[in-house]
């Protein structure tokens, strides 16, 4: 079992930029792919970025790539992503998840952390 705690949201202006963060509990941190996703009010939940377990591959959507990085760091057990160049549309609740070994996929998520650009 492992708990993801997100922060780092909060209110920006266009063109800003935040980090979000997300912890994570429990052992074996580093065996989980981890992602970001985003759900904005009256949308269905989306794909953000995905990071391997070593960190060494990274996906992204996309209507982020080039503006957000995610990265990882398995001895600090967090997961980040850099969010610059914002737009209004990138407002919304953003979501970190993790990918254990094994079928189930995203088992795991934080309880979100609120994103608001204003223009």
């Known amino acids: 079992q492992v708990q993801l705690v997100d922060s780092g949201g909060g209110l920006v202006q266009a063109g800003g930029s935040l980090r979000l963060s997300c912890a994570a509990s429990?052992?074996?941190?580093?065996?989980?792919?981890m992602g970001w996703f985003r759900q904005a009010p009256g949308k269905e939940r989306q794909f953000v970025a995905i990071i391997s377990r070593s960190g060494g591959t990274t996906s992204y959507s996309d209507s982020v790539k080039g503006r957000f990085a995610i990265s990882r760091d398995n001895d600090k057990n967090t997961v980040y992503l850099q969010m610059n160049s914002l737009k209004p549309e990138d407002t919304a609740v953003y979501y970190c998840a993790a990918d254990p070994p094994g079928p189930g996929g995203w088992s795991y998520w934080g309880q979100g952390t609120q994103v608001t650009v204003s223009s």
């Open positions: 429990g052992r074996s941190f580093s065996s989980y792919t």
